[in-house]
Each structure stands twice: as structure tokens, then as C-alpha cells.
């Protein structure tokens, strides 16, 4: 496995790998990587030539009380998951020859990012967008893998790319969890021992909304103040407790077809998401 900083670099490699015919897939990350990112680097290993993984802590999603300072990082041990997991490719950008001092372009993918995150992480989407497609342009992938736990983020980047034409599948995998059912997540780090107990909570209120609709219950409003019910006595702050159409990303009020049902809570100064597709 190659670990190349140069936009230049990987440009120039890809397009060797490309020139031959071989397929490219690629899992953009933000690095201090867990089973969750593994999965798609597995995923993207089954199905293409060349995998390249992205780790790049992407500094225009953090808001200006986030955590950008603070996220976790440890390049070493994610060269050698990487490496394990089957990429040829890890491709460490830094900050400035993503966003140098003139940089002045950003996408802004409107209507989806409305509710849920980006409700409550005003810039977040857009610098998503912004990065996953400069990430594009440089390793112009013919797949690319996100991962579920990020519901919202893989339904935006899905729009971007039919909108802007860019000619990329994208795959999105299940969502990894722990043994208690937590989702994984880089953010995990920072929660104390009491913290991680709480934070099972999510799983438990997503389950319970689960069998609520499969118990014929149609009602989102009532199954959303259980939830909340739940999740009151663990959670720090409820950002959303929230069930939307899984396409439109609006609210639903009555529950007659498939569902995403998605949380956001803090749990101490950790702020966790989840979320679960179900149907009545
Ligand atoms: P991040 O490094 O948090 O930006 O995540 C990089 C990619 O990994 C995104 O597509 C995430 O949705 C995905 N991912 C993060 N956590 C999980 C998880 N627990 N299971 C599956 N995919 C995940």
C-alpha cells in the first residue's frame, strides 16, 4: 500500500490505473479509523482493482464551537488498517493544498440538508459536499462507499453526484455496531467509561421505535415521545429525535411505508448520531 500527501501524486497514479482499465473504488474518511470504515474498505476490495481510502480531518464541515482541534487522530494505526483491509492507496492530503489561501468554491446540495444535521449543523453539508467532490475530481472513482450511520450525508452525496452529473455510484453499507449495539463511530473516543453505558440508550430508543411500527403503531409523533421518554435520562441534550421519509428526508407524520427514524444526541460533550430504516 502506497500513503501519498500530493494531490499531484495520486492524480498521476490513478490515472496510470485508470489508462489500463482497472476500476477504482474509494472510501473517503476522516481517519482514526474503526470496524465501520473497515467494512467499506473490505466492500471496495470485493468489487474494484484499486481501492483508495481518503483520511482528511476536513476542517470547512467543523463549525466554529466543533470539534475540529479536538478530533481524534492516528495516522500510524490507520496506515496499517488500511494496509490489513485490502487499499492500495491511502491518500493524506493536507489542509493547505486542499484549501489554499484563494480557495473560494463551495457546493450547497439544498432541500435534503434542511432538516435533521443540517438543522442543527448550519455549513456542515456544505463542506461536506464541497470536499467529497474535490475528493472526486482528484481520484475520479468509478464507486464510492459510504456508510449508513451517516444516513443524511449518503443521500446528499448521492443528489450531488446525479445533480452535477459526476458519473459515480454510489454504494452505501450497513451500519457497524458494537457488541451492545452502539454504532461505531471516531467520536466513541471521547466518551468516559459512564458516558458509554449511557450512550447504548440510542440503540435501545431505535429498536423501541422498531417494534413499535411493527406493532402496528402508524403514529410518529406518539412513537417520538417515547423515544424521547427514553433517551431524557441519559442524553446531555436531544438534538432530534426525528422520522422522516427515507427519500425526502421530510418529516412524517403518519407511518404507512419505509422509514428512517435518526438521532442526535449529546451524551457529555459527545455529540452521537444513529438511525435505523424500518417499515410498517
Ligand atoms: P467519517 O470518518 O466518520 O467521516 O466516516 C467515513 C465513512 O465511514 C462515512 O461514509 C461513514 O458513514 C462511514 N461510517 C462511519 N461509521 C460507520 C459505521 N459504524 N458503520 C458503517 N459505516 C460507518
Same mark, same amino acid.
Given at each position: 500500500?502506497?500513503?501519498?500527501?500530493?494531490?499531484? +501524486?495520486?492524480?498521476?497514479?490513478?490515472?496510470?490505473?485508470?489508462?489500463?482499465?482497472?476500476?477504482?473504488?474509494?472510501?473517503?474518511?476522516?481517519?482514526?479509523?474503526?470496524?465501520?470504515?473497515?467494512?467499506?474498505?473490505?466492500?471496495?476490495?470485493?468489487?474494484?482493482?484499486?481501492?483508495?481510502?481518503?483520511?482528511?480531518?476536513?476542517?470547512?464541515?467543523?463549525?466554529?464551537? +466543533?470539534?475540529?482541534?479536538?478530533?481524534?487522530?492516528?495516522?500510524?494505526?490507520?496506515? #496499517?488498517?488500511?494496509?490489513?483491509?485490502?487499499?492500495?492507496?491511502?491518500?493524506?492530503?493536507?489542509?493547505?493544498?486542499?484549501?489554499?489561501?484563494?480557495?473560494?468554491?463551495?457546493?450547497?446540495?439544498?432541500?435534503?440538508?434542511?432538516?435533521?444535521?443540517?438543522?442543527?449543523?448550519?455549513?456542515?453539508?456544505?463542506?461536506? /459536499?464541497?470536499?467529497? /467532490?474535490?475528493?472526486?475530481?482528484?481520484?475520479?472513482?468509478?464507486?464510492?462507499?459510504?456508510?449508513?450511520?451517516?444516513?443524511?450525508?449518503?443521500?446528499?452525496?448521492?443528489?450531488?453526484?446525479?445533480?452535477?452529473?459526476?458519473?459515480? #455510484?454510489?454504494?452505501?453499507?450497513?451500519?457497524?455496531? +458494537?457488541?451492545?449495539?452502539? /454504532?461505531?463511530?471516531?467520536?466513541?473516543?471521547?466518551?468516559?467509561?459512564?458516558?458509554?453505558? #449511557?450512550?447504548?440508550?440510542?440503540?435501545?430508543?431505535?429498536?423501541?421505535?422498531?417494534?413499535?411500527?411493527?406493532?402496528?403503531?402508524?403514529?410518529?409523533?406518539?412513537?417520538?415521545?417515547?423515544?424521547?421518554?427514553?433517551? /431524557?435520562?441519559?442524553?446531555?441534550?436531544?438534538?432530534?429525535?426525528?422520522?422522516?421519509?427515507?427519500?425526502?428526508?421530510?418529516?412524517?407524520?403518519?407511518?404507512?411505508? +419505509?422509514?428512517?427514524?435518526?438521532?442526535?444526541?449529546?451524551?457529555?460533550?459527545?455529540?452521537?448520531?444513529?438511525?435505523?430504516?424500518?417499515?410498517?
Amino acid at each position: 500500500m502506497k500513503i501519498v500527501r500530493s494531490i499531484r +501524486e495520486i492524480k498521476s497514479e490513478l490515472i496510470r490505473c485508470r489508462n489500463k482499465g482497472r476500476a477504482v473504488g474509494f472510501v473517503p474518511t476522516m481517519g482514526y479509523l474503526h470496524e465501520g470504515h473497515l467494512s467499506l474498505i473490505r466492500k471496495a476490495r470485493q468489487d474494484n482493482d484499486v481501492v483508495v481510502v481518503s483520511i482528511f480531518v476536513n476542517p470547512t464541515q467543523f463549525g466554529p464551537d +466543533e470539534d475540529y482541534g479536538e478530533y481524534p487522530r492516528d495516522l500510524r494505526r490507520d496506515a #496499517r488498517l488500511c494496509k490489513k483491509s485490502g487499499a492500495d492507496y491511502m491518500f493524506h492530503p493536507t489542509v493547505k493544498s486542499m484549501y489554499p489561501k484563494e480557495y473560494s468554491t463551495f457546493i450547497s446540495v439544498e432541500g435534503l440538508t434542511k432538516n435533521l444535521c443540517g438543522k442543527f449543523r448550519p455549513g456542515y453539508f456544505r463542506g461536506v /459536499a464541497t470536499v467529497v /467532490a474535490k475528493l472526486f475530481n482528484i481520484v475520479k472513482p468509478d464507486v464510492a462507499y459510504f456508510g449508513q450511520k451517516d444516513a443524511q450525508q449518503s443521500i446528499v452525496i448521492k443528489r450531488m453526484t446525479e445533480d452535477l452529473d459526476m458519473g459515480i #455510484r454510489v454504494e452505501v453499507m450497513p451500519t457497524v455496531r +458494537e457488541k451492545d449495539g452502539l /454504532a461505531m463511530s471516531s467520536r466513541n473516543s471521547y466518551l468516559s467509561s459512564d458516558e458509554r453505558k #449511557r450512550a447504548v440508550t440510542i440503540y435501545r430508543a431505535l429498536q423501541l421505535a422498531r417494534d413499535l411500527i411493527k406493532l402496528d403503531d402508524k403514529d410518529a409523533r406518539g412513537i417520538i415521545r417515547e423515544m424521547r421518554k427514553m433517551l /431524557a435520562p441519559v442524553a446531555t441534550k436531544i438534538d432530534y429525535v426525528s422520522i422522516v421519509d427515507p427519500h425526502t428526508l421530510k418529516d412524517v407524520k403518519t407511518i404507512t411505508g +419505509e422509514v428512517l427514524v435518526a438521532v442526535a444526541v449529546w451524551i457529555g460533550a459527545t455529540r452521537l448520531i444513529d438511525n435505523i430504516l424500518t417499515r410498517y
